[in-house]
């Protein structure tokens, strides 16, 4: 089940970052997220192609989390899939950092989780020796 947190972010993302979405129900009750792909949409030739849906957001119940995939492949950035933490880091990395504050609150960062833990927390620990 999506976490709140991860909820508010993919709808900021949704909102603000990926164009064209459009919501997919799969069979067993799960949705996909499809869109043009944040990364190489721009870099097609027309118009049309621009506004394809050719990335997605598929959600991974053994992980607990958004899976971002684009089936064009045409960026260095979507030529492998991404956990939700990283495609949030790779738009907007203030906005991950928020997400990761968010996240490291709710106890839900570090091993384990599909979310890192902030880079000070892990400092702190490697000074304190935990």
């Known amino acids: 089940m999506e976490s709140l947190i991860d909820q508010k972010y993919r709808r900021l993302l949704l909102d603000y970052y990926l164009q064209n979405h459009l919501e997919v129900h799969l069979p067993g009750g799960v949705s996909k997220w499809t ?10 030739r027309t118009e049309g192609k621009k506004r394809h849906r050719k990335a997605a957001l ?14 064009r492949q045409g960026h260095p950035e979507c030529h492998q899939s991404k ?4 495609l949030l880091q790779a738009l907007n990395p203030e906005l991950f950092h928020k997400y990761q504050l968010d996240r490291y609150h709710s106890g839900t960062t570090g091993r384990g989780s599909h979310c890192p833990e902030p880079d000070w927390i892990k400092l702190n620990k490697k000074k304190t020796g935990g």
């Open 83 to 86: 956990t939700f933490p990283r």
């Open 35 to 44: 869109f043009a792909c944040p990364f190489c949409s721009a870099t097609a």
């Open 58 to 71: 598929l959600w991974n119940a053994a992980q607990h989390s958004w899976i971002f995939s684009c089936a």
